[in-house]
């Protein structure tokens, strides 16, 4: 009886610790994942897009080393073979009930769009639905945490944990209030369904995503929120009395009442990285703050700020991470105006606004010129030939 309790006990042992093993070792570090701090959602509701070989071709003009798309697209992925850029995926929402099922479902749909593309393609990450918790179907939010843990077994059978990260983003609904930052909070009915999901991505490394918009908090209230503030231009700021911080820009405040969120459920050391971000630069006409110049002041000004490698007041020493909302202006989005207006590229390739980027109307431009010097030199060169034979 003593022997078969040891026998129980040692396989318990060996059961835990190879469960706790490979979370250790499949933990991505967000390094890893993300090069450099900035990156750019590459969205593809539209129907007047670049192709995706020149779209790889536009980001390495741009220096853009990191991108999300929102499904896994296979054009997409074929494109980037090579290239160097790394990709999140989207598991698209209305496949969760189904992976959320079986590992084995999430085992095939990972052979079918991720596996075949490595590593030529460098997928990076899965990210498992999009803004899930606080939306408004009840039966994602039951069905995302058993999906992302069916994904996350399947990359660790595949022995692919250690280079994709699994995460799920979020959008700023699941908080139940984020002023001041220090005050923020997780929404109640959010909270069951959150705490596993942090406990889940707390085991595995991932940080905690979310979707972050000033531009949606001005839109809301634009007569109690300086633009100043959300544009990151000189002003007053907010102080919070609390952590005795000033803030003067809402980017920066918006990011730490995720983290003051994240420590009173018990993950303060969970890094947040900004899944989404941008400005309209355009609406309708009860969208405020919708113009092409402050679209171009909000991402010049991030641009440069993520490119500092900074961190935030109330965590200095966590790096801030954004992906820029979006590529390219999307026109078959649903929705106000707005939604079809974030992007930093026109569909033929040119800049929308210049923040630094290069656009592939120029890039081509060039292309075409190199092409006729060569063609003439090579031309002037065979009449030589010609020439000096005669």
Known sequence: MLLLCMNCFLMTWISNFNHVLIFLCGAVVGDKIFTGTYGVNYGRIADNLPSPESVVTLLKASKIRNIRIYDADHQ??????????????????????????????????????????????????????????????????????????????????????????????????????????????????????????????????TPFYINAYPFLAYKNDPQHIDINYALFKKNAGIYDAKTKLHYDNMFMAQIDAAYAALEKVGFEKMEVIVSETGWASRGDDNEAGATVKNAKTYNKNLKKLLLKKKGTPYRPKMVVRAYIFALFNENLKPGPTSERNFGLFKPDGSIAYDI???????????????????????????????????
């Not at 039951?142 to 595949?158: D, E, G, I």
């Open 76 to 205: 997409v992925l074929s494109a980037f073979k090579g290239s160097g850029i790394g990709i999140i995926i989207g598991l698209p929402n209305e496949f969760l009930r189904d992976i959320s099922q079986g590992e084995d479902r999430a085992m095939n749909w990972i052979k079918e769009n991720v596996q075949q593309f490595l590593p030529g393609t460098r997928i990076r990450g899965i990210a498992v639905g999009n803004e899930i918790l606080g939306g408004g179907d009840m039966g994602l939010w039951q069905v995302l945490l058993p999906a992302a843990k069916n994904v996350y077994t399947a990359l660790s059978r595949l022995n692919l944990a250690h280079q994709i990260q699994v995460s799920s983003p979020h959008s700023e609904a699941v908080f139940a209030n984020s002023y001041p930052p220090s005050a923020c909070t997780f929404r109640d009915d959010v909270l069951p369904f959150m705490k596993p999901l942090l406990q889940f991505f707390s085991q595995i490394g």
């Open 356 to 390: 630094g980027f290069t656009g592939l109307t120029s890039s081509a431009t060039s292309t075409f010129l190199s092409f006729k010097v060569c063609f003439l030199l090579h031309f002037l060169l065979l009449s030589m030939n010609i020439i000096g034979g005669k």
